[in-house]
């Protein structure tokens, strides 16, 4: 019971907390849900190089937080300068400078230094990509640039934002809901995470592909499909494939999270957020949801 309720809190009061920064605060290329963009990876970052130390792959908690940081930062910088002359060099200028210091910065170590030398690299380049690379994507989705993402103002961002957050959180919740109460016999059919159920991937995919469909619905400025022109329902067929697809990699994010955790045989990455467990635990799923969301929409719309 005490699970249920720490859910249904995050739920109802983290939910409606980036809806409300996405749309009431969108200025200069939504700023502030950036900045929280930004602390999540980096924290996500940190938790990632606890978890990694447990295999000797050691990276410093400071670097790991500075690494999990600067691929969205990088992104924000790109789509926030964009008149600048050099604003494509940004972030692969960044990236190619924090691997240039992953493998220089311990050229002059000497004995056991040198021996970790590998480990040291293999965990600096594992926590700059996951969360990382894959965090600067929800940073990409928030540009009201158009020659970026093709979206031409705050308000129509913010839209994009919304819908991709409500996919993500409501694939979790409905896949959850319709496990707990249709789930019980059929069970483990993902040994990384036993409790998931063919019930709850249903019904987590459903309520994806239905947010899908009202996205089409209700906001035609922003949903609006290049293949209407060619059938009748191709708005909404657009929609629901964007919600469903977004909400699959989302799932797969959280069962390769869960993968991570159960090599390191831990439960949670942490104990920051009360019913999620740690940073990584709440970004697992938005992580790997964002790029495919933002070139799926790309694609359809």
Known sequence: ?????????????GVPFFI???YFLPYYNHLCLNLLVILFSSLGAVEFSVMLSKKNLNVSKTEAAILGALPPLSMYLYISFHNFPYNTLIIPGIIVSIVSWLFISMIFSRGKGTDDFIKRL????AVLFYPGMLMMW????SSSNPIISRIDSPEKSSLLLIVFICIVFLCDSAAWAAGMLFGKNNRGIIPVSPNKSIAGFIGGFAGSAIVG???????????NPALNDLFTGAGLLSGALLGL??????????LGESAIKRSVNIKDSGVIIPGRGGVLDSIDSLSLAA?????LYSLLF
Do not use: N
């Not at 697809?245 to 959280?254: E, F, K, W, Y």
């Not at 790029?291 to 070139?295: A, C, E, T």
């Open 1 to 13: 019971m005490k699970k249920i309720t720490q859910r249904l809190l995050v739920f109802s009061l």
């Open 20 to 22: 409300v920064i996405s």
């Open 122 to 125: 293999a965990a600096g380049l």
């Open 138 to 141: 929800i940073v990409r989705i």
């Open 213 to 223: 469909l009202l996205a089409v619905v209700f906001f035609k400025d922003v949903f």
């Open 245 to 254: 697809l977004t909400g699959i990699l989302a799932a797969l994010g959280d």
């Open 291 to 295: 790029p495919g969301y933002f070139l």
